[in-house]
């Protein structure tokens, strides 16, 4: 780390000199020559209804004896629409240690600045948490959703929407720019101010200062698809330094298109005030940085980068392959090879059904022979997890319900982008959900989504159980026809699944009992064996409208299935 910052200060040294030097010849560098716009701006509150949670605070926000603004009960978004936009936006979250909020130096200060480049800027009055880190969450992901709510009206591409934070603030924008739950919240870019990006502020006490702040732990979750940072921290600045050094490493660790700035000398908090020598330096940089960002985002569409092939891709009439995608990390996507030849054959777009994994794991390796069987026959499954080139079920990790919506989210914007390969290759009026054993759990977490038409319970079923934080209650959520798949006596989920049967009765259900499968069914059969043909039948129903198939469910059928056992409530 010692030699990153020995050269940075070198050339942030000699880069200096060259700046001074411009502005004494008058050189018409970056935004010196543009004018700044002042925009009237747009105060929205966040939650005009009541917000979901409470910090604990009473009584009105002020302002304390160094200006700052406090005790925030009542969050607000004020927006500069930039006059001339080139579709990117900003939202700004001043820092204070969760105490106060900069609101002019870290906020609405930089607002001209921004405008004159063409890009809307919005500065995020959050609570303060109180020790409830979930209410300045909740205002970020609020403040994400607003903007996309008004991109159109203020010229802001829905793709190109990023974050800011300057200390605590840079710790509130991180935490969603790591932990985004869906493709909306997910910042399309995140610039931060000496940030604060670590779980307790270990480098309060070392450090000397009598800081007693306790930040939520944002666990730091870089992956390949953490969004692109821009990092501005002066060597001096005590705090934050390291903690933005290490951010960084880790974003290069995992390939995340980024850049670091370390300035020789300036400490913490400086913002966009004057009095930091080194404020001409980096506006110039981030304005580049910005130039170079928008040109990568208006060329990136979703890509394969690594995929392969699977028991001769099906026995369907369309050869599917098992996909990772660039923009869709952590899942795999089981598809025809030929997406447009499988919709032209079919003659409409193809249905979607999303897959949560036995034991809410990230692998669908188990499950990969009837996934890619399914995709055969005209499907595109998306399945929770990364791709795994070879046979391996170690190193799983839990996954969380809403991947499920996450990539139902994903696939809509791939409808809505005519330059990706999925356009009008998928009908959102055909979408299923499925899960084995806790992932079936995670299938009842989502089911209210009225976007499911059809669902598929594998070797699972809740009863008197609570799991992936769902139970008995969640049945009532149900709105589209189910079907449940078990292994017969042996399968542990029986009992509870025999349960559900019996308890629901506001949509049809299905029950399918292998006699000898087992709570591990039939997925390590040939192409996923029996599991998978009845899977067919019940998805060719639901969401093809084969009605044919209804008998197999309403009557059941010995010659076809002689090893289930059918019933159904319809």
């Known amino acids: 780390m010692n030699n990153l910052l020995k050269l940075n200060f070198m050339l942030k040294k000699l880069l200096f000199s060259f700046l001074c030097a411009a502005f004494l010849v008058g050189f018409p560098f970056s935004l010196s020559a543009q004018k700044l716009m002042e925009v009237e701006p747009i105060v929205i509150e966040l939650w005009p209804n009541g917000a979901p949670n409470d910090n604990g605070l009473t009584g009105e926000e002020y302002r304390n004896k160094n200006n700052r603004i406090t005790n925030v009960t009542k969050p607000t978004l004020t927006v500069f629409p930039a006059p001339n936009p080139n579709g990117m936006a900003v939202i700004a979250c001043p820092g204070g240690g969760y105490q106060h909020l900069a609101f002019e130096h870290e906020g609405i200060d930089q607002a001209a600045w921004y405008n004159a480049q063409g890009i809307t800027f919005a500065v995020l009055k959050y609570r303060m948490p109180n020790g409830h880190f979930e209410c300045p969450l909740s205002d970020i992901r609020q403040a994400m959703a607003l903007m996309h709510e008004y991109a159109k009206k203020w010229g802001v591409d829905n793709n190109k929407i990023g974050v800011q934070g300057s200390s605590a603030g840079a710790h509130l924008a991180c935490t969603l720019a790591t932990g985004f739950r869906t493709p909306k919240e997910r910042p399309a870019f995140q610039i931060m101010f000496y940030g604060a990006i670590t779980p307790a502020m270990e480098g309060c006490k070392k450090n000397g200062t009598n800081s007693k702040l306790a930040f939520q732990d944002n666990k730091l979750e870089v992956v390949a698809n953490t969004p692109p940072a821009f990092i501005m921290v002066s060597a001096d600045d005590r705090l934050c330094v390291d903690l933005c050094v290490n951010y960084f490493l880790e974003l290069k660790k995992a390939g995340v298109w980024s850049a670091l700035h370390v300035y020789p000398e300036g400490g913490h908090g400086w913002g966009f005030k004057d009095a930091f020598k080194y404020k001409p330096m980096w506006t110039m940089e981030l304005s580049h940085w910005l130039s170079l960002l928008n040109q990568r985002l208006d060329n990136q569409k979703a890509e394969i980068i690594q995929k392969k092939t699977i028991e001769n891709g099906g026995t369907g009439p369309y050869k599917a392959i098992a996909a990772k995608v660039n923009t869709l990390n952590d899942y795999v996507v089981y598809r025809p090879a030929d997406l447009k030849v499988a919709v032209e054959c079919e003659e409409k777009a193809l249905p979607l059904v999303v897959f949560a994994n036995g034991g809410c794991h990230d692998c669908s390796v188990r499950f990969e022979g009837m996934l890619n069987e399914i995709a055969s026959h005209g499907y595109i499954v998306i399945a929770l997890g990364e791709l795994r080139?070879?046979?391996?079920?170690?190193?799983?990790?839990?996954?969380?319900?809403?991947?499920?919506?996450?990539?139902?989210?994903?696939?809509?914007?791939?409808?809505?982008?005519?330059?990706?390969?999925?356009?009008?290759?998928?009908?959102?009026?055909?979408?299923?959900?499925?899960?084995?054993?806790?992932?079936?759990?995670?299938?009842?977490?989502?089911?209210?989504?009225?976007?499911?038409?059809?669902?598929?319970?594998?070797?699972?079923?809740?009863?008197?159980?609570?799991?992936?934080?769902?139970?008995?209650?969640?049945?009532?959520?149900?709105?589209?026809?189910?079907?449940?798949?078990?292994?017969?006596?042996?399968?542990?989920?029986?009992?509870?699944?025999?349960?559900?049967?019996?308890?629901?009765?506001?949509?049809?259900?299905?029950?399918?009992?292998?006699?000898?499968?087992?709570?591990?069914?039939?997925?390590?059969?040939?192409?996923?064996?029996?599991?998978?043909?009845?899977?067919?039948?019940?998805?060719?129903?639901?969401?093809?409208?084969?009605?044919?198939?209804?008998?197999?469910?309403?009557?059941?059928?010995?010659?076809?299935?002689?090893?289930?056992?059918?019933?159904?409530?319809?």
């Open 389 to 570: 080139m070879e046979y391996s079920l170690e190193g799983n990790h839990k996954t969380n319900p809403q991947q499920l919506i996450y990539a139902l989210d994903w696939m809509e914007q791939q409808l809505n982008d005519s330059e990706s390969e999925y356009y009008n290759m998928v009908d959102m009026q055909a979408v299923a959900s499925a899960g084995q054993s806790c992932g079936g759990a995670q299938v009842f977490a989502v089911c209210g989504d009225p976007r499911f038409k059809a669902h598929i319970m594998y070797n699972s079923g809740l009863g008197e159980m609570k799991m992936a934080g769902v139970d008995m209650e969640s049945l009532k959520n149900l709105h589209a026809p189910i079907l449940y798949m078990l292994g017969g006596d042996d399968d542990i989920a029986a009992r509870n699944a025999m349960m559900d049967y019996d308890n629901i009765i506001t949509v049809p259900v299905v029950m399918a009992n292998h006699k000898t499968a087992g709570h591990t069914g039939a997925f390590d059969e040939p192409q996923g064996g029996s599991y998978a043909k009845l899977s067919l039948d019940w998805l060719d129903w639901q969401l093809k409208h084969k009605k044919t198939l209804s008998k197999v469910f309403k009557k059941g059928d010995p010659q076809r299935y002689s090893m289930f056992e059918i019933k159904s409530k319809f």
